[in-house]
């Protein structure tokens, strides 16, 4: 009996779909879960902030759209308010940060997240960069 894989493909294909995606504003978004999508600062920021030494977080349950200000991240060097890559309902805040803001610069895309959204519109997903044309977008900015 021949099994066919349509369905492993179909799983592939969704994987490749939901990843982690970027702005120009530095801000990242993991929308593995768009029912639950992750948002923090890129590792370029944080290194370009230094060490962090406050986090301002969202309220949660607050309706945002694309583009709007969630929070700020402050550090000896400067601070930074934190852009919605897109639009929906904040669900979580990642509270550790209140306590220990310098996990932003230990680990920015990992145990930093600031927020957890519920997407409200994923087509606004589609002028986001993927991890290797954010990579390029921040050499560029080095080279000016």
Same mark, same amino acid.
């Given at each position: 009996m021949?099994?066919?894989?349509r369905?492993?493909?179909q799983?592939?294909d969704?994987r490749i779909?939901?990843?982690k995606?970027y702005?120009?504003?530095h801000?990242?978004?993991d929308?593995?879960?768009?029912?639950?999508a &992750?948002?923090?600062?890129s590792t370029?920021?944080?290194?370009? @902030?230094?060490?962090?030494?406050y986090?301002e @977080?969202?309220t949660v349950d607050?309706?945002v759209?694309?583009?709007d200000?969630? %929070?700020?991240?402050e &550090?000896?060097? &400067?601070?930074s308010?934190?852009m919605?890559?897109v *639009?929906g309902?904040?669900l979580e805040?990642?509270?550790?940060l209140e306590?220990?803001p *310098?996990?932003?610069?230990k680990?920015?895309e %990992?145990?930093?997240?600031l927020a957890k959204?519920?997407v409200?519109?994923?087509?606004? @997903?589609?002028?986001l960069?993927?991890?290797?044309?954010y990579?390029?977008?921040?050499?560029?900015?080095?080279?000016k």
């Open positions: 021949h099994r066919r894989r369905g492993a493909s799983q592939g969704e779909a939901f990843e995606k702005t120009e504003d801000e990242w978004i929308i593995s879960s768009p029912e639950s &992750s948002i923090g600062i370029y920021a944080a290194k370009a @902030l230094g060490d962090v030494v986090v @977080l969202p607050t309706e759209k694309k583009g200000a969630i %929070g700020a991240v &550090s000896v060097k &400067s601070a308010d934190i919605t890559p *639009g309902t904040i805040v990642n509270s550790v306590e220990k *310098g996990t932003i610069n680990s920015p %990992g145990d930093g997240w959204i519920k409200s519109d994923t087509a606004e @997903l589609e002028g960069m993927d991890a290797e044309a990579r390029a977008f921040t050499e560029e900015v080095e080279d």
